[in-house]
């Protein structure tokens, strides 16, 4: 820069002078602890961290969307490259620009439109990062579609909380989490801080079940379009192999999709079944979930918004959940969803399962991904028996599955577990492994005195 | 290696492109959606991101109108402009870098002020699907919205001021026949089965079933056969209505299930979803209120040449229902899955779509007739058939105008009782409208400079509307506190917010598919709060 030439400081320009009305004046409906001056928008801009989670249809609109809210220190993450099938939303990528990094890509986007913005990409898969990573951020905005990755970046969140002696939570090292989530005209956002407030797995019974077809419906008696698909995708491919013993069943490969809606459709013409269409194959094959550009605007942008309430106390936050439809006019509701008090993910708690004494490890197993404490996928049981670990069952390496499989029918007495063991659990759903107290109760089949 | 699949039905680039949302509203939504043409007055931060979510899903094509120039505040809440726009046509601008988004779709730029267009070339708007307008003037919101009204073109209104946003919808009438509800009731019929259902739910005899069988019977039978015993002891040939008799059919098929060698039942999961489906089923078919007041309203009863294909085919329904339809709408033909054997479910399921053909056959004849006898065009086969498979949930919106809200009569009346509840949703209707009067009173925003000058002001601005719907001045002034210390700011992540919204709306009325507001929607983001009105 040339000497003698006045710069007006970047949060002083006539650029941002909307939002610095609402940070540079106070107002009756403000957060009592808000002090308006121009130096929050100093610290939104030039200290503030954030971390978004995702670069897709949320993602985009929440770089937009916090670029123009006076952030400048953003970090973007996501694995994932672009397809075309993205472009009816993710407006920050071209047609020119599939198969390229989705983070990358937005972040080019949105620095080269938005001068001073110093948005940072990170090309791959949030289980990649470790703590350091994600203690440097102020806050965490998350726009995914996966409930694995979501709970997994909770758990990594609460597993950054820190208590002090006394076992009050050291509320500096409570990092917030914005969340946004869609599915057609539907959403939700919300806002979670870690140790405070309830978290994703606090309320794992909001996430509606999956729809799953029973194999016995598939095999024998199919009376929709979808069971056919199923069968094919299920019990045809890996018996047929038509690529070969070693090729999977690819959902993106057109030949693929093509293999399985002919032989759905033979099937289905078998059965007199109507309707096994190409996008029907495809949307089973890929469990496709409808997204409309609208739908995610308006989430990322009440993400967004809290985000910001959060960065310069300005306002109170949401308390703490909103859900959103836009099928039937624009229905909003926002209610406070309730902490557990024994939450796998963000309570200081020990955690117990009980069971009677002639459980098997296959009711341990069982309870781990059914009970709605867990909600595990496939969790990987160890314990410590006189000092040394031992891997009870673990279903993730094929090598240790294979040898552990027996496990399962044996008795928990007969594996060396009592009341009051502790087994360590690892699982998807969570970066740390989980350690829960069995609490072992004798069976209650005999009389109880009356 | 030979590829063992070698015709390969790939989809055009286009379906790709926009395969998730044509899960939404199908092909037919989209090509309605290509043949809109959607006019944007004011490329602010809420109109560009308004357009954004109708450019992405693509629109036909869209007209900018902006006689603004680009300011720095522009660029630094709408992400439609760079740098270098400023000082440049903001809807030329904006038109540009929105265009990057989807190149199927046309774009226009008109850089005249919308008053003089009103005034010298009003026809203008007849050729647009939906006007839009954002930060509009209190006379041009008036003459715009009498004009469009007077032309029946759809006008959506936006506003965006600090955390606070609003969308009102003006539209005369707006019919909707794929309303898509969340949860549809199924239309089976078992108080009154048509010939060929009574055929087979007669021709089954559960008694004498063989185990495998009796597991995979549909409970539509089983519920149907639980019926007939019930009339049966109660020799009576009503239908059960009560909890009670409810309660005594699922008994009845509670001893329809099976027991083992021990006397102990056995787990069928045909009769388990009997039992859950009783209340569902036992709902006895009726014609809806709100369908018999659509058929009979004077749009069906008096046609003319003019008649929409929507009025025409609700008069051939009303038709069908008088005559062969016995008072009822004509079958859906649709059959929620259930467990059963592939046998009984296919058989069953083609027995409610041949009826349900036939039905709409019907329909169509008499169609057919009136087409005939007006000498208007053709309505095709398909349409009627989509027209009776939705027949149930037909919606029809009758709109009132924005012009009406600056009127006294009953809007104003409405207005003044949720005022009185009160509303906190309507304080905020009345606090934009306060600061569009300030607008046009002092051509700056309240606030724009310093906030506190401009409270007495503006409050005097919110007392000549309560006036005039003939409510008492609100007992404290926070609410025009808060909106002096906006200043007339554009929030973005507000703006997107709304944006969201105004571009679903806009293409839920282009396609004619889910249910648009009615007719006013009002956002706060500082309390994360949302209302509708209906004016």
Redesign the interface.
């Known amino acids: 820069m040339s000497s003698g030439e006045v710069q007006t400081a970047e949060y002083l320009?006539?650029?941002?002078?909307?939002?610095r009305?609402?940070l540079e004046?106070?107002?009756?409906?403000c957060h009592p602890d808000f002090e308006p001056s121009a130096e929050i928008l100093d610290f939104t801009m030039n200290s503030c961290k954030i971390l978004i989670v995702g670069a897709g249809g949320l993602g985009c609109?929440l770089l937009?969307?916090l670029a123009?809210?006076g952030f400048k220190k953003i970090h973007i993450i996501d694995m994932d490259t672009i397809e075309?099938?993205n472009?009816?939303?993710q407006?920050l990528f071209?047609k020119n620009d599939i198969g390229l990094s989705k983070a990358k890509c937005a972040v080019e986007f949105v620095n080269k439109?938005?001068?001073g913005c110093e948005a940072t990409a990170h090309h791959c898969a949030i289980q990649d990062m470790d703590d350091g990573f994600y203690r440097q951020f102020h806050i965490v905005v998350c726009g995914l579609d996966s409930i694995v990755a979501r709970r997994w970046l909770n758990g990594m969140l609460a597993s950054l909380l820190q208590y002090n002696d006394d076992g009050s939570l050291d509320q500096s090292s409570v990092i917030p989490l914005v969340d946004g989530g869609t599915e057609?005209?539907k959403g939700n956002a919300r806002v979670i801080l870690p140790g405070m407030s309830a978290c994703i797995e606090c309320t794992l019974d909001l996430y509606p079940p999956q729809i799953t077809f029973p194999l016995c419906?598939i095999a024998n008696?199919?009376?929709?379009p979808e069971h056919c698909i199923e069968y094919v995708k299920v019990l045809q491919w890996s018996k047929e192999n038509?690529?070969?013993n070693t090729i999977p069943l690819d959902g993106d490969d057109?030949?693929h999709v093509?293999?399985v809606?002919?032989k759905a459709q033979e099937r289905a013409m078998k059965?007199?079944?109507s309707g096994v269409t190409?996008?029907l194959t495809?949307?089973v094959l890929k469990n496709?979930?409808?997204?409309?550009?609208?739908?995610?605007?308006?989430i990322?942008?009440?993400c967004?918004?809290e985000v910001?309430k959060l960065a310069s106390s300005c306002?109170v936050n949401?308390n703490n959940y909103?859900v959103l439809n836009?099928?039937?006019?624009?229905?909003?509701y926002?209610f406070s969803a309730e902490r557990r008090a024994d939450c796998v993910a963000c309570s200081n708690s020990t955690k117990v399962m009980a069971l009677e004494s002639d459980a098997t490890l296959q009711t341990i197993y069982t309870k781990l991904c059914e009970d709605q404490l867990f909600m595990m996928k496939s969790p990987g049981i160890t314990t410590i028996i006189n000092g040394r670990n031992k891997t009870l069952y673990m279903s993730s390496i094929k090598s240790i599955e294979e040898r552990t499989r027996d496990n399962l029918k044996k008795k928990i007495t007969d594996l060396g577990l009592y009341n009051g063991a502790e087994i360590l659990v690892a699982d998807v759903t969570t970066p740390n492994t989980i350690t829960i107290k069995l609490n072992v109760i004798e069976n209650l089949d005999v009389d109880m005195p009356s | 290696?030979a590829?063992?699949?070698p015709?390969?039905?790939?989809?055009s680039?286009k379906?790709?492109?926009?395969?998730?949302?044509?899960?939404?509203w199908g092909d037919h939504g989209q090509i309605a959606l290509e043949k809109g043409h959607i006019c944007l007055i004011n490329a602010t931060?809420l109109g560009t991101?308004i357009l954004?979510?109708i450019v992405?899903?693509?629109v036909g094509a869209i007209t900018i109108v902006d006689d603004c120039t680009v300011s720095?505040?522009d660029?630094?809440?709408n992400?439609f402009l760079?740098?270098s726009s400023k000082g440049l046509n903001r809807g030329s601008e904006t038109l540009r870098l929105i265009l990057?988004?989807?190149p199927a779709v046309q774009g226009h730029a008109v850089q005249e002020p919308t008053g003089q267009i009103l005034q010298e070339n009003p026809d203008f708007f007849k050729s647009f699907t939906v006007v839009i307008a954002t930060a509009l003037g209190e006379k041009t919101i008036k003459e715009l919205s009498q004009h469009l009204w007077d032309i029946n073109v759809t006008f959506v209104l936006g506003r965006s001021v600090?955390?606070l946003g609003s969308f009102r919808i003006q539209i005369k009438e707006h019919a909707i026949i794929e309303?898509?509800?969340?949860n549809e009731q199924p239309d089976l019929r078992l108080d009154v089965p048509f010939p060929a259902l009574s055929q087979y739910l007669d021709s089954i005899d559960i008694e004498t079933l063989d185990l495998k069988d009796h597991g995979?019977i549909p409970w539509i039978v089983i519920i149907y056969k639980a019926v007939m015993k019930w009339q049966k002891i109660q020799n009576d040939n009503r239908w059960p209505m009560s909890r009670k008799e409810k309660n005594e059919v699922r008994d009845l098929i509670r001893e329809f299930i099976r027991k083992d060698e021990n006397g102990i039942p056995i787990n069928e999961e045909n009769f388990e979803e009997a039992l859950r489906a009783v209340t569902t089923a036992l709902c006895p078919t009726f014609l809806p209120v709100k369908i018999q007041d659509l058929i009979y309203c004077s749009a069906a009863t008096n046609l003319t040449k003019e008649s929409s294909p929507f009025w025409i085919m609700c008069s051939a329904l009303r038709g069908f229902i008088e005559a062969e339809g016995k008072g009822k709408l004509p079958l859906r033909g649709v059959l929620p899955?259930?467990?059963?054997?592939?046998e009984h479910?296919?058989k069953l399921?083609?027995i409610y779509r041949a009826q349900a053909a036939f039905e709409a056959e019907a329909v169509y004849r008499k169609v057919q007739e009136i087409i005939n006898q007006l000498h208007c065009d053709c309505i095709s086969e398909a349409d009627v058939k989509l027209f009776c498979r939705h027949a149930h949930n037909l919606h029809l919106v009758r709109g009132s105008s924005i012009a009406s809200e600056y009127q006294s009569g009953p809007v104003a009346s409405y207005i003044a009782r949720h005022l009185e509840e009160p509303d906190v949703m309507m304080v905020h209707y009345i606090l934009l409208r306060a600061s569009e009067m300030f607008r046009s009173e002092h051509s700056r925003a309240p606030?724009d400079w310093e906030?506190e000058g401009d409270i007495a002001i503006l409050k005097a601005c919110v007392s000549k509307l309560l006036t005039d719907v003939s409510c008492p001045p609100f007992p404290k002034d926070?609410?025009v506190?808060?909106m002096c210390?906006?200043?007339g700011?554009?929030?973005?992540?507000?703006s997107?917010?709304l944006?969201?919204?105004i571009?679903?709306?806009a293409?839920k009325i282009i396609t004619k598919q889910?249910?648009?507001?009615?007719n006013l929607?009002v956002y706060d983001?500082?309390?994360?709060?949302?209302a509708?009105f209906t004016f």
């Open positions: 320009q006539r650029r941002w002078l909307n939002i009305k609402l004046r106070s107002g009756p409906f609109e937009k969307d123009l809210m075309l099938s472009l009816n939303r407006f071209r439109r938005v001068p057609g005209f419906t008696t199919p009376r929709l038509p690529w070969g057109p030949h093509a293999w809606l002919e059965h007199g079944i190409y996008r495809q949307g496709i979930i409808p997204a409309v550009a609208s739908t995610n605007a308006v990322a942008a009440a967004a918004t910001f306002c949401m909103m836009i099928a039937d006019g624009v229905y909003t926002t | 290696m590829s063992p699949s015709k390969s039905p790939e989809q680039e379906n790709k492109q926009y395969d998730r949302q044509l899960r939404l931060a991101e954004k979510s992405l899903p693509g720095e505040e660029i630094g809440s992400f760079e740098t990057e988004l989807n600090g955390f309303s898509h509800p969340d995979h899955d259930m467990t059963a054997s592939t479910y296919v399921q083609n606030g906030p926070d609410h506190h808060e210390r906006y200043g700011a554009e929030i973005h992540s507000v997107a917010f944006g969201g919204c571009a679903q709306e293409i889910y249910k648009p507001v009615n929607f983001g500082a309390s994360t709060n949302t509708t």
